[in-house]
């Protein structure tokens, strides 16, 4: 179905909450799932986890069905941040809940294998495979022609919001994973931190209005076009960015103690011998 794209304005943007039925569908389902597998999970699953997933499909109905949605249909900036609320906060928040764990202790073991063969889960483990999904949305979906698409159709903005989270989750899994590599898991998220910042640094300096779609909203909140894209720019580059720098960091620290506990420093040679 199309969108409408009529100017919301700031007055109407911050009262303003919809109901997207494909969206509620899916928050029931996953509010209600993981509801019913708890009971099998208690003694695995802390109550912060529990309070991480319900927590995360929180946000995540604030972000799509409330204020942040309609500003995000008159600002570049808006959507941006929408984006970055569903991959930054929503996802990992998601991935802490367990909900493999606890959704995976109701579900028959035969729908397991079915869902495994139709996704293999090798694939969704590998941070290679992952980081070019994670790198391929952000750049399709910052197309000008796709994006643009995307605020006018509302399955295609469906279809955008799924592909953001999905590889999100993905990604979230990969480094939340404390039996992963750390190596590994701080060169994925150094990837990622690259390539979103390059895109982000893209939209803050180029003199260029990429997005026409945003031609009219961006006025009614003092802002030109240009500025409302370079400020979408600032925003995926500098403040995510942070994100992905802290994760980088804690994790290469990770690694680098875990290359000292294998290899572990040895007392120059003199003082071996004068010790022997």
């Not at 899916?26 to 509801?35: E, K, Q, T």
């Not at 912060?48 to 109905?61: E, T």
């Not at 590994?184 to 390539?195: M, S």
Request: without cysteine; positive net charge.
């Amino acid at each position: 179905m199309t969108v409408a794209h009529e100017v919301v304005g700031p007055t109407a943007a911050w009262s303003s909450w919809h109901v997207e039925p494909m969206v509620v569908l899916a928050l029931v389902v996953g509010a209600s799932i993981y509801g019913a597998g708890l009971p099998r999970t208690r003694a695995r699953i802390s109550g912060s986890r529990v309070i991480a997933w319900y927590g995360g499909l929180a946000i995540a109905a604030v972000a799509l069905l409330g204020p942040p949605d309609a500003a995000a249909h008159d600002l570049f900036s808006a959507h941006m941040i929408q984006h970055l609320v569903l991959i930054l906060i929503v996802a990992p928040l998601l991935v802490a809940g367990r909900p493999v764990r606890v959704m995976g202790s109701i579900v028959p073991r035969r729908a397991l294998r079915i869902a495994v063969r139709v996704v293999p889960a090798r694939l969704a483990r590998s941070p290679v495979i992952v980081g070019i999904a994670t790198a391929a949305a952000l750049a399709s979906w910052h197309a000008p022609a796709l994006y643009s698409a995307a605020v006018r159709l509302d399955l295609v903005h469906g279809l955008e919001h799924a592909s953001f989270l999905a590889t999100a989750l993905a990604f979230w899994a990969i480094v939340l994973n404390h039996r992963a590599s750390a190596g590994a898991r701080a060169a994925l998220v150094f990837a990622v931190f690259l390539f979103g910042g390059g895109l982000g640094a893209l939209l803050t300096f180029t003199t260029t209005v990429l997005y026409p779609v945003h031609a009219t909203g961006p006025v009614a909140w003092g802002l030109s076009p240009l500025a409302d894209q370079q400020l979408a720019g600032v925003i995926m580059w500098i403040p995510s960015g942070a994100i992905y720098v802290i994760a980088f960091g804690v994790l290469f620290l990770s690694w680098l103690r875990g290359l000292e506990a294998r290899f572990p420093a040895r007392p120059p040679a003199g003082e071996r011998a004068a010790d022997g």
